[in-house]
């Protein structure tokens, strides 16, 4: 049988028949193809998926760590940028000395407004000092001294009071004479010289700045007649000996005087942004009086 199908084979004699082989198994091929073609491109798509996962990680990472040292310079310069404020007060207050010292914690209750730093009574600070920002503006007192850090008491907390003074000028229709020839009477000195115009001095006006959780800084004690304006600086008066006279606190944004009211009151814009502090100055050479109340 297989040497009569070699001979046959030889004579081209069976290729009818592989024809029809042929032709009857070429569409089952193919769909057998089809059929599996879906598969390989599954399998295939799930490896490329796998690709670009690990890529995508790869490059999650790589990001991940540019930003980490894009945050590493800008706290950098940040930091370069609030050392030459202080370096600057520094500068301008020769005769005190300033600690340097960095925010480090809040209070998170929302009743009181203070703030920690990493400064401690083993670098001198104490309690009752008073603490500038780093343009040198007052932004409070040191309320309570641990080794190692600080609570600051700001001015816009409940419980903190500072001794203020607005310097107002005198109206325009005041008269101010030099000392060469003061006037004697009701009627003006001929002789006498009129000081030049805006050379008056300016009139200190006292209160007391009051810290307020709606307004942050209220001035009150005022007196009503005084000649307070919108936008006049508020410094601090030294009375009491708690605060050096001259820091600046900020600038009156309203007065409010009520009918039949004793005092007028003015609201006050702190010159320091109190809710965006991270580095202050702790003026460790100035030593509060602490006077008792008479």
Do not use: C
Not at 211 to 221: K, Q, S
């Amino acid at each position: 049988m297989s040497f009569a199908t070699i001979i046959l084979s030889e004579e081209n004699a069976l290729d009818p028949f592989k024809n029809i082989a042929l032709t009857i198994s070429a569409p089952v091929d193919s769909v057998v193809r089809d059929a599996a073609s879906p598969l390989g491109d599954i399998y295939d798509g799930i490896a490329d998926r796998g690709d670009l996962v690990r890529e995508n990680e790869r490059l999650r990472e790589e990001v991940e760590i540019l930003q980490a040292q894009l945050a590493d310079q800008q706290d950098v310069l940040l930091r370069i940028a609030e050392l030459e404020d202080a370096l600057e007060v520094k500068t301008t207050r020769p005769e005190d000395q300033l600690l340097v010292a960095s925010v480090i914690s809040r209070d998170p209750s929302g009743l009181k407004r203070s703030i920690a730093i990493d400064r401690g009574q083993g670098d001198g600070v104490d309690e009752g000092m008073v603490v500038l920002s780093r343009e040198g503006s007052l932004i409070g007192t040191v309320s309570h001294a641990f080794q190692d850090f600080a609570w600051i008491r700001l001015i816009s907390d409940p419980d903190s009071a500072v001794n203020a003074q607005v310097n107002t000028t005198p109206t325009a229709g005041d008269e101010v004479l030099t000392p060469d020839a003061p006037a004697t009477s009701d009627e003006p000195d001929p002789g006498a010289t009129p000081a030049p115009s805006g050379a008056a001095p300016p009139v200190p006006v006292h209160g007391v700045a009051k810290g307020d959780l709606r307004n942050e800084l209220v001035l009150e004690l005022l007196p009503p007649e005084a000649p307070i304006d919108s936008g006049a600086l508020v410094v601090t008066s030294g009375l009491g000996g708690n605060y050096p006279p001259g820091i600046l606190i900020g600038s009156i944004t309203t007065v409010e005087l009520r009918p039949q009211a004793p005092f007028k009151k003015a609201f006050v814009e702190p010159s320091a942004g109190l809710s965006g502090l991270d580095t202050v100055l702790v003026l460790v050479s100035f030593e509060p009086a602490r006077l008792s109340p008479p």
